[in-house]
C-alpha cells in the first residue's frame, strides 16, 4: 500500500470517529489545502489536518509536517495555527485517534520508558 492510500484510510477512520461523535465533516475540494478537513460542532469550524501513526520503540510516531516533492526535492513544512486548527493522529496499530496540539511532541508514548522516567 502506498503512502497516500494509508493516508486516504487515515482520514476515512477520522471521518467516521468525527460523525459518530455528531459533527459535521466537510472535505476541500483539492489537496492543495495546509488542513484535509473542516470540522463544524455547531459552534465554530475547525480545519482539521490528519495523520497516520506507526508505533517506534514504544511510542506512536507521526510527520508532523507535510512532505511534498517538487523537481525531484523533498520538501517539508511545519504547520502553524494560522494554517490549522486541529491535527488529529489515527494509529492504525491501536485502532484509535489522538488529538495533538499544533507544534508539539512528535511522539506519543503508550509504554512505560525502559529507565522509568516519567517527565519529557
Not at 525531484?72 to 504547520?79: D, Q, T, V
Request: proline share 3%.
Amino acid at each position: 500500500m502506498n503512502s497516500k492510500e494509508v493516508g486516504d484510510i487515515s482520514v476515512a477512520n477520522i471521518i467516521t470517529k468525527l460523525l459518530e461523535f455528531g459533527y459535521v465533516v466537510s472535505i476541500p475540494f483539492g489537496d492543495n489545502l495546509r488542513y484535509d478537513l473542516i470540522v463544524d460542532n455547531g459552534i465554530k469550524l475547525f480545519r482539521v489536518q490528519c495523520k497516520t501513526a506507526w508505533i517506534q520503540d514504544g511510542c506512536l510516531a507521526f510527520n508532523h509536517k507535510s512532505i511534498t516533492t517538487k523537481n525531484g526535492k523533498e520538501i517539508s513544512k511545519s504547520y502553524n495555527q494560522n494554517e490549522i486548527d486541529l491535527m488529529l493522529v489515527y494509529s492504525p496499530d491501536l485502532k484509535k485517534i489522538y488529538s495533538v496540539p499544533i507544534g508539539t511532541s512528535l511522539l506519543l508514548r503508550f509504554e512505560p520508558t525502559r529507565n522509568g522516567q516519567l517527565k519529557n
